[in-house]
């Protein structure tokens, strides 16, 4: 694989934002017909070379070479006429839309008029070609995320990208689909494809990366290494220069007494249908509940009708020993429950005000940050300096916005707030979703600590090893409704995502 020549090389690229130097004169480069992994914690700068490379971003200096060719991108489109494209987490499909018309959009041919059924036929064809089928009649909202990230590949394999540009492709799909996409990138690499992936997945990097290059702090801290016979914590070690913990020590603790009971709770989306459907379940003190699922089954609706955001249709919620309806006072309620949204910046905090004045958000109007219509500033930088320090949150001052922290900073601010009052119950919601191996280990510390001061927690995540390590028990949701519960300790992987893509628990 090292005798190929490179499909592009990207050469001494610097990058400059307001105050940051966020690529520094950096090499990278990607071999034809070879999945190249590029690693490194948040703010790293390998979301920001990317984006380079698919012209979302024109660089201060540097030079791009695709096929030996140098070329100059000052648009996306400039970038998938030589062949490049990129992938997003998040995906860019028209839910309302067919799966050949979302392929369709953009493309400058035809100008007026669309041959739908021939372009249906290209595209399951394309879709054969690859050993990805998928209905190209489909609406998109009728897809599972794995068929839609499908999607999104032949989106750019339509285009004639030869380099895709893949960020964290796996992070919503289960086992089983991940299984699909791995035999489905190797499949195109003996193509000929050439493919970037990103990812903070070290164990699937290990698995299935022909090269690694390591970023810290805008520059290449390891060039081209061979993901072969390289381990994870070498990895990790290279990524935040310092030895990670992936197997959380935790303490066999005794479980301890009902903190949450939910009895046959039913609740819409946002469109108005239903989400939940009589799901019941049980927190227990001492304990972590993990709630697996694809994304889009009733996860979010369950968070937010638990914490107030949602209000329910039917069924109980009782919390402490007290049921919870629209009579409760939820501002006296969320004294006891602490709650670590998904959206960390838009739900989980307020990115204007400063660090100091988000870590108030739950006792403002407490003493001693408040006295009757006063806030003491004194107290407020007191207790910001504090929590600053015991949960070490890197930060320039107490008074820079949030909007300038790092996600990983971030999320232990949201976690400092919510976890200092010492809650019976504390619901996380995705709580390491795109963070580094160094900050998701701070957060699984953190988890385990409040499970240990005595907190009942539930704990959503898509990731399942995360899950496995940090779970006293594992309950999968599957539209709506529970499909199995099981202990985490000997959990069958397998069975577990299986559940997920709605099989009985008897599988």
């Given at each position: 694989m090292t005798d190929a020549p490179f499909a592009f090389e990207m050469r001494r690229i610097v990058k400059k934002f307001p105050g940051i130097l966020a690529n520094d004169h950096v090499d990278f480069a990607c071999h034809v017909g070879s999945v190249h992994a590029l690693l490194g914690e948040n703010g790293a700068g390998k979301s920001t070379l990317m984006n380079v490379l698919a012209g979302l971003y024109q660089p201060e200096d540097g030079e791009i070479f695709v096929g030996g060719k140098r070329v100059a991108f000052h648009s996306p489109q400039d970038a998938i006429a030589n062949g490049i494209g990129m992938i997003h987490q998040h995906f860019m499909l028209v839910p309302s839309h067919s799966v050949a018309e979302n392929i369709a959009l953009g493309l400058k041919e035809p100008r007026f008029f669309l041959n739908l059924n021939q372009l249906e036929e290209k595209v399951a064809a394309l879709g054969k070609q690859y050993g990805m089928d998928v209905n190209p009649r489909a609406k998109i909202w009728q897809l599972s995320v794995g068929e839609q990230q499908r999607v999104e590949v032949l989106k750019m394999l339509f285009r004639g990208a030869k380099i895709l540009v893949m960020d964290e492709p796996t992070a919503v799909l289960t086992p089983q689909e991940v299984d699909a996409l791995f035999y489905t990138l190797r499949d195109m690499t003996a193509k000929g494809h050439s493919i970037v992936f990103i990812s903070h997945k070290l164990d699937e990097v290990v698995s299935i990366a022909d090269h690694v290059t390591v970023m810290r702090r805008g520059k290449v801290t390891a060039a081209g290494a061979p993901s072969k016979g390289m381990t994870k914590p070498q990895l990790a070690k290279l990524m935040v220069g310092r030895e990670v913990l992936f197997q959380i020590e935790k303490k066999k603790m005794q479980r301890g007494d009902v903190a949450?009971?939910?009895?046959?709770?039913?609740?819409?989306?946002?469109?108005?249908?239903?989400?939940?459907?009589?799901?019941?379940?049980?927190?227990?003190?001492?304990?972590?509940?993990?709630?697996?699922?694809?994304?889009?089954?009733?996860?979010?609706?369950?968070?937010?009708?638990?914490?107030?955001?949602?209000?329910?249709?039917?069924?109980?919620?009782?919390?402490?020993?007290?049921?919870?309806?629209?009579?409760?006072?939820?501002?006296?309620?969320?004294?006891?429950?602490?709650?670590?949204?998904?959206?960390?910046?838009?739900?989980?905090?307020?990115?204007?005000?400063?660090v100091a004045e988000n870590l108030i958000l739950k006792n403002f109007n407490r003493s001693p940050i408040s006295s009757g219509w006063s806030i003491n500033s004194i107290a407020v930088h007191s207790n910001a300096v504090h929590l600053v320090d015991e949960y070490q949150v890197a930060t320039p001052s107490v008074d820079t916005p949030a909007r300038m922290l790092s996600g990983g900073n971030l999320q232990k601010v949201i976690l400092a707030r919510e976890t200092s009052g010492n809650p019976k119950l504390l619901i996380a919601v995705h709580p390491t979703r795109g963070l580094d191996v160094g900050a998701t280990e701070a957060v699984h510390k953190l988890l385990i600590k409040q499970r240990e001061a005595g907190a009942a927690i539930l704990l959503i995540s898509e990731d399942l090893d995360e899950l496995l390590s940090l779970s006293d028990r594992i309950a999968v949701i599957y539209e709506g409704q529970l499909a199995g519960e099981m202990p985490a300790e000997g959990a069958d992987i397998r069975a577990i995502g299986l559940m997920m893509a709605g099989a009985k628990a008897d599988v």
């Amino acid at each position: 694989m090292t005798d190929a020549p490179f499909a592009f090389e990207m050469r001494r690229i610097v990058k400059k934002f307001p105050g940051i130097l966020a690529n520094d004169h950096v090499d990278f480069a990607c071999h034809v017909g070879s999945v190249h992994a590029l690693l490194g914690e948040n703010g790293a700068g390998k979301s920001t070379l990317m984006n380079v490379l698919a012209g979302l971003y024109q660089p201060e200096d540097g030079e791009i070479f695709v096929g030996g060719k140098r070329v100059a991108f000052h648009s996306p489109q400039d970038a998938i006429a030589n062949g490049i494209g990129m992938i997003h987490q998040h995906f860019m499909l028209v839910p309302s839309h067919s799966v050949a018309e979302n392929i369709a959009l953009g493309l400058k041919e035809p100008r007026f008029f669309l041959n739908l059924n021939q372009l249906e036929e290209k595209v399951a064809a394309l879709g054969k070609q690859y050993g990805m089928d998928v209905n190209p009649r489909a609406k998109i909202w009728q897809l599972s995320v794995g068929e839609q990230q499908r999607v999104e590949v032949l989106k750019m394999l339509f285009r004639g990208a030869k380099i895709l540009v893949m960020d964290e492709p796996t992070a919503v799909l289960t086992p089983q689909e991940v299984d699909a996409l791995f035999y489905t990138l190797r499949d195109m690499t003996a193509k000929g494809h050439s493919i970037v992936f990103i990812s903070h997945k070290l164990d699937e990097v290990v698995s299935i990366a022909d090269h690694v290059t390591v970023m810290r702090r805008g520059k290449v801290t390891a060039a081209g290494a061979p993901s072969k016979g390289m381990t994870k914590p070498q990895l990790a070690k290279l990524m935040v220069g310092r030895e990670v913990l992936f197997q959380i020590e935790k303490k066999k603790m005794q479980r301890g007494d009902v903190a949450l009971a939910v009895e046959d709770l039913c609740a819409d989306n946002e469109r108005g249908l239903p989400a939940l459907k009589n799901l019941s379940m049980q927190v227990y003190k001492n304990e972590i509940l993990g709630i697996a699922g694809v994304a889009g089954n009733g996860q979010s609706e369950l968070a937010e009708t638990l914490t107030g955001l949602r209000q329910p249709k039917s069924g109980k919620i009782i919390f402490d020993h007290v049921t919870l309806d629209s009579h409760t006072n939820w501002l006296e309620v969320g004294k006891q429950m602490a709650h670590v949204p998904e959206d960390r910046a838009a739900v989980g905090s307020v990115p204007a005000l400063s660090v100091a004045e988000n870590l108030i958000l739950k006792n403002f109007n407490r003493s001693p940050i408040s006295s009757g219509w006063s806030i003491n500033s004194i107290a407020v930088h007191s207790n910001a300096v504090h929590l600053v320090d015991e949960y070490q949150v890197a930060t320039p001052s107490v008074d820079t916005p949030a909007r300038m922290l790092s996600g990983g900073n971030l999320q232990k601010v949201i976690l400092a707030r919510e976890t200092s009052g010492n809650p019976k119950l504390l619901i996380a919601v995705h709580p390491t979703r795109g963070l580094d191996v160094g900050a998701t280990e701070a957060v699984h510390k953190l988890l385990i600590k409040q499970r240990e001061a005595g907190a009942a927690i539930l704990l959503i995540s898509e990731d399942l090893d995360e899950l496995l390590s940090l779970s006293d028990r594992i309950a999968v949701i599957y539209e709506g409704q529970l499909a199995g519960e099981m202990p985490a300790e000997g959990a069958d992987i397998r069975a577990i995502g299986l559940m997920m893509a709605g099989a009985k628990a008897d599988v």
